[in-house]
């Protein structure tokens, strides 16, 4: 039997290692938790993470990297974005060169603005062409059900995307591949801001225009971003963009939208942190963002708010006050549209 290491056992390391098991994969998934391990391997479950979800006998659990890592055929990487390089670096000893790593997280690394991609690369050389990113509308909660889900798996290298592709496509798991390994990076990390935002809005009880216009206005800044930081412009209309967008910014199953609307309410960020009990990607990602901005020289008026809100507690309406009454501008100036350029002088 195929064996797969999953790294980390969270709520969507663990969503993807109950996919794997299904492709009937002999999956270990790494945690650093005794205890956790311990309840995934005697009980399958993973009750923190996914509530009154029966794991498959084929998924076991370790806290040893080596015995996660060696011999495996995928390697799968959902650290946090922060904890990322760390994980990475103790992976590196076990690599064998030739082995598919796929990583599925969404965010920069807070210190050097790295994406995931480029950490993973720095500490083990050698996958550089066995690298591919996953992302794409996808909630843990909904595929640990086997509930119809699509993806996209990107990569520089077409060979490492489809073999990616067959680990993972199933018949509720679709997944498409993509070359734009960098859009589809900085789409899955941006829209977790857009996400935040829209649920502070949804706190404040705007309504459904502003969540609309937050959610097109968003993509328009993770577009903009994204094209400056060398992304095809096409990749944000598709899952890793506009997909993953919205069903971030819609649901409650998203920790971003959760996280955003109890700002929304009143709680502080400290507050709202703790509550949450897991990583809420898109505050970091808002700071990094924000660092982004002047490095790339764009505009993403959304991120700058919410940044003044996040960290320098700014008041979230005085903040949506703000974004309503800024210079006046045309919509058609930030899209790659050359046929309307003379209407726009």
């Known amino acids: 039997m195929k064996k797969a290491a999953v790294l980390v056992a969270g709520s969507?390391?663990?969503?993807?290692?109950?996919?794997?098991?299904?492709?009937q994969y002999d999956v270990c998934l790494w945690s650093r938790n005794e205890q956790q391990v311990k309840e995934?391997?005697?009980?399958?479950?993973?009750?923190?993470?996914?509530?009154?979800?029966t794991l498959?006998?084929?998924?076991?659990?370790?806290?040893?990297?080596?015995?996660?890592?060696?011999?495996?055929?995928?390697?799968?990487?959902?650290?946090?974005?922060?904890?990322?390089?760390?994980?990475?670096?103790?992976?590196?000893?076990?690599?064998?060169?030739?082995?598919?790593?796929?990583?599925?997280?969404?965010?920069?690394?807070?210190?050097?603005?790295?994406?995931?991609?480029?950490?993973?690369?720095?500490?083990?050389?050698?996958?550089?062409?066995?690298?591919?990113?996953?992302?794409?509308?996808?909630?843990?909660?909904?595929?640990?059900?086997?509930?119809?889900?699509?993806?996209?798996?990107?990569?520089?290298?077409?060979?490492?995307a489809e073999k990616a592709q067959d680990a993972f496509i199933h018949p509720y798991f679709r997944v498409y591949t993509n070359p734009d390994l960098v859009g589809v990076e900085v789409g899955g990390a941006l829209k977790n801001i857009i996400a935040l935002a829209t649920g502070l809005a949804n706190g404040l009880g705007l309504g459904d225009n502003?969540?609309?216009?937050?959610?097109?206005?968003?993509?328009?800044?993770?577009?903009?971003?994204?094209?400056?930081?060398?992304?095809?412009?096409?990749?944000?209309?598709?899952?890793?963009?506009?997909?993953?967008?919205?069903?971030?910014c819609t649901s409650q199953h998203s920790r971003n939208w959760r996280a955003g609307y109890m700002l929304g309410q009143g709680a502080k960020l400290d507050e709202v942190l703790e509550r949450m009990g897991m990583v809420v990607e898109g505050v970091k990602t808002t700071k990094a963002a924000h660092f982004l901005t002047r490095k790339y020289q764009v505009e993403m008026p959304i991120t700058e708010q919410?940044?003044?809100?996040?960290?320098?507690?700014?008041?979230?309406?005085?903040?949506?006050?703000?974004?309503?009454?800024?210079?006046?501008?045309?919509?058609?100036?930030?899209?790659?549209?050359?046929?309307y350029a003379s209407w726009l002088e």
């Open 12 to 23: 969507w390391g663990t969503a993807l290692a109950s996919v794997l098991a299904d492709k």
């Open 40 to 53: 995934i391997n005697e009980q399958h479950t993973n009750q923190r993470y996914l509530p009154n979800a």
């Open 56 to 160: 498959s006998s084929l998924i076991r659990s370790t806290t040893s990297m080596e015995a996660a890592v060696v011999d495996a055929e995928i390697i799968v990487v959902v650290a946090p974005s922060h904890a990322m390089r760390d994980v990475m670096r103790q992976c590196a000893p076990y690599y064998r060169e030739g082995t598919l790593i796929v990583h599925a997280t969404k965010g920069f690394e807070p210190e050097t603005l790295n994406r995931m991609s480029e950490i993973i690369r720095e500490e083990i050389p050698s996958s550089a062409k066995h690298l591919a990113v996953l992302s794409g509308p996808s909630h843990a909660e909904e595929v640990i059900q086997k509930l119809p889900t699509t993806v996209v798996v990107a990569s520089h290298y077409k060979a490492a």
């Open 210 to 248: 502003a969540k609309a216009a937050l959610i097109t206005r968003g993509l328009a800044e993770i577009a903009r971003l994204g094209t400056a930081m060398g992304s095809s412009p096409l990749t944000f209309s598709g899952l890793a963009g506009v997909g993953d967008l919205v069903v971030t």
């Open 306 to 339: 919410l940044y003044e809100v996040l960290f320098n507690g700014k008041d979230s309406k005085m903040a949506v006050e703000d974004l309503m009454v800024r210079v006046k501008t045309h919509e058609m100036e930030e899209i790659v549209a050359p046929q």
